[in-house]
């Protein structure tokens, strides 16, 4: 039996169990045409002291409900949370995070209207010992893989999660 959510566990608790199809996210988005994909061996999380990161799930796709990603490219989908490990309400927003490629290409998360029962990533406030759980996509060359989740919010806390 699994214990219910709380304000306390959620920081800790994956978002979803990926192990019956490596290659899509769970809960599964309807409308996107997911690729075979090598994942890492262990899913990373990290934490400085000021935001702590985890990602749960990374899947890859051709095709998001009627968007293609450039030509060259796939999409990556990550589901993530990160969680305020400081006294004060944090603000977060996708502009301070990129994904560090092993073409020593860097993305930016992309903005792509779809259906899931995961949040999109979005600016947010969330407060001290909370955080929050979304699902974030970005294009990736399509013969690169993920090599580095980067999260800098240009306070002085930077914090990286290795994805190989």
Known sequence: MTAP?????????????ASANAAMLYP????????????????????NGYVAMRVDQIAQANRIGNASPPS????V?????????TSQPLGIDPKFLRLYDSSSGVDSP????????IE?????????????????????????SPDKLVYDDATGHPLTLNLK
């Not at 599964?28 to 934490?47: D, K, N, V, W, Y």
């Not at 060259?72 to 999409?75: D, E, N």
């Not at 989908?77 to 490990?85: E, H, P």
């Not at 990533?121 to 399509?142: D, E, N, R």
Request: proline share 9%; no cysteine.
């Open 28 to 47: 599964p988005i309807s409308s996107a045409a997911f690729a075979p994909t090598t994942l890492p061996p262990a899913l990373p999380r990290a934490e």
């Open 110 to 117: 992309l903005t792509i209207n779809f259906n899931s029962p």
């Open 5 to 17: 959510l709380t304000a306390q566990n959620a920081g800790v608790t994956s978002s979803g169990d």
């Open 77 to 85: 989908l990550v589901v993530f949370a990160l969680q305020d490990q």
């Open 72 to 75: 060259g490219s796939v999409f």
């Open 120 to 144: 999109q990533f979005h600016s947010i406030t969330i407060q001290p010992a909370h955080g929050t759980a979304a699902i974030v996509v970005f294009a990736l060359t399509a013969n690169a």
